[in-house]
């Protein structure tokens, strides 16, 4: 009997390994379908995004809710993360998932995707500083390439101005290496790596070997066909081209970012920054033009 059947048998009872891995597939579909949402839906759904992966979620739920109730001895830890995760698949703060999450890693420390999966939480929530607790005790027990690229993240966002934040891009940039290296073939690893360059050129002598390295970083992720998918992706590397003044490139990436998340405003506001600031250079070009011909027009009627 397949796993998925041997949750819907009414009659069977699940081992502990069996339910735990019935739960993980759950989650796993869950976060495949918000992943995976604007390749297997047109354009025109995007604005539905948040509503199906609710459905989804409340779906996903129920199932584990079978799960747990037929098996004998529950992983409590285990599947406390997993239910957590599941809750945390939004994109708004869930202070329901934050609760699951902290009672996972309190009776399981070493569960590192428990601590990255809080860590995302306090980030939602606007607390930077619990999210870099999270994220450094993830690393403390495992090297893994989500920890490792979600602290990356953190660190550009803490330490004040001058050379304490300096020293948190640099490490920054570091460890979205460290990410990259686990795994090359992780588009959002490369991407964050993009990030962590392009954070790097301002905060230094905005070197253009490490704007190069950027847009090298920024081509990679864009092999992996979910990466491609993410609005930041495209928006990030919009803004490069816009520094670049490869305005083509940057209206082309913002409205790529703009379809993939209809409800994200920046898209929307730096293409209409960057249009109108177009359209006032345009303007300038020609009346600059117009009025040379006329000063050659006069002088040639004056010679005659």
Not at 35 to 49: C, G, L, Q, S, W
Not at 199 to 227: G, H, I, M, R
Not at 247 to 275: H, M, V
């Amino acid at each position: 009997m397949e796993a998925a059947e041997a949750a819907d048998d009414p009659c069977r009872n699940l081992g502990t390994d069996e339910a735990l891995k019935l739960a993980e597939e759950a989650v796993e579909r869950l976060y495949s379908f918000r992943d995976r949402y604007y390749i297997e839906h047109d354009a025109a759904e995007a604005t539905h995004k948040e509503e199906d992966i609710a459905k989804q979620l409340e779906v996903t739920l129920n199932y584990m809710k079978d799960v747990k109730y037929k098996c004998e001895v529950l992983p409590k830890a285990e599947m406390l993360f997993l239910e957590g995760k599941a809750l945390n698949v939004t994109s708004g703060y869930s202070a329901e998932a934050q609760e699951v999450l902290s009672r996972a890693t309190k009776l399981n420390p070493k569960l590192v995707e428990a601590w990255n999966q809080l860590g995302e939480c306090y980030w939602k929530h606007g607390d930077m500083q619990g999210a870099h607790d999270c994220f450094t005790g993830a690393l403390s027990h495992k090297e893994q390439k989500g920890s490792l690229r979600s602290l990356s993240m953190v660190l550009r966002q803490l330490g004040k101005p001058g050379n304490e934040h300096l020293q948190n891009i640099k490490e920054s940039v570091s460890l979205a290496r460290k990410a990259v290296q686990l795994d090359l073939s992780d588009g959002k690893s490369w991407s964050i790596l993009g990030n962590a360059y392009f954070s790097l050129f301002f905060a230094t002598n905005q070197d253009p070997k490490v704007l190069k390295q950027c847009l090298q970083a920024y081509a990679q992720a864009e092999k992996d066909s979910l990466e491609d998918c993410s609005p930041d992706l495209h928006y990030s590397r919009a803004m490069v081209h816009q520094y670049e003044e490869n305005y083509s490139l940057s209206i082309a990436g913002f409205c790529r970012a703009q379809a993939l998340d209809p409800f994200w405003n920046e898209p929307t506001n730096k293409l209409c920054e960057l249009l109108e600031y177009l359209g006032k250079v345009s303007d300038l070009v020609e009346n600059k033009v117009t009025s040379v011909l006329l000063v050659v027009n006069y002088w040639a009627f004056i010679i005659i």
